[in-house]
T-cell receptor, first 113, second 112 residues
Framework: ETGVTQSPTHLIKTRGQQVTLRCSSQ?????VSWYQQALGQGPQFIFQ???????GRGNFPPRFSGLQFPNYSSELNVNALELDDSALYLC????????????FGSGTRLTVV | DQQVKQNSPSLSVQEGRISILNCDYT??????FLWYKKYPAEGPTFLIS?????DKNEDGRFTVFLNKSAKHLSLHIVPSQPGDSAVYFC???????????FGAGTTVTVRA
């Protein structure tokens, strides 16, 4: 059983740039949720994708957007990067939209300079 | 608005002793609570959960206690082992919800 994989593991971007993070869901999982974990804080919910549509969204501005593909993999896009966007971005896949059975990936560490 | 709080950022315990991690929440509508463990450079891994209809759930060395009236839950690890050294996150969700609300985490260090 393949787990959740995220790419890249690390990247550095300049303020104002755009970034795309990728997530492959675990086999058998059809839902992907994205979380942002700032330094010293717990993960904060960004949004969830189910059946290729956004199923729910946390308190993040529209410059955070996402996609889900037919194979259930997902992308997180962030436009107009700000210094405060520096964080660990975690992707979690699950079978269904509930909070039971989340499997997290190892995350992408984004640094905005 | 931080609805789940872990007020102890760190905990140091001797190997073989009990580790007690605490978590408080403000939203009385939460009905499902989880503990995750996170090693550096890895994603959080599920440890144990409890539904609001229970007050205790046990899985091997790990026991979670829920006190709904106090809006408080705790995780007991007995006995603590060196491999338990990690960051532990408390999380909660509302009925039929799709998202988890996390605390800020407690870093546990188990001393030999």
């Amino acid at each position: 059983e393949t787990g959740v994989t995220q790419s890249p593991t690390h990247l550095i971007k300049t303020r104002g740039q755009q970034v795309t993070l990728r997530c492959s869901s675990q086999s058998g999982h059809n839902t992907v949720s994205w979380y942002q974990q700032a330094l010293g804080q717990g993960p904060q919910f960004i949004f969830q994708y189910y059946r290729e549509e956004e199923n729910g969204r946390g308190n993040f501005p529209p410059r955070f957007s996402g996609l889900q593909f037919p194979n259930y993999s997902s992308e997180l896009n962030v436009n107009a990067l700000e210094l405060d966007d520096s964080a660990l971005y975690l992707c979690a896949s699950s079978r269904g939209t509930g909070t039971y059975g989340y499997t997290f990936g190892s995350g992408t560490r984004l640094t905005v300079v | 608005d931080q609805q789940v709080k872990q007020n102890s950022p760190s905990l140091s315990v001797q190997e073989g002793r009990i580790s007690i991690l605490n978590c408080d929440y403000t939203n009385s509508m939460f009905d499902y609570f989880l503990w995750y463990k996170k090693y550096p450079a890895e994603g959080p891994t599920f440890l144990i959960s409890i539904s609001s209809i229970k007050d205790k759930n046990e899985d091997g060395r790990f026991t979670v206690f829920l006190n709904k009236s106090a809006k408080h839950l705790s995780l007991h690890i007995v006995p603590s082992q060196p491999g338990d050294s990690a960051v532990y996150f408390c999380a909660a969700s509302l009925p039929n919800d799709y998202k988890l609300s996390f605390g800020a985490g407690t870093t546990v260090t188990v001393r030999a």
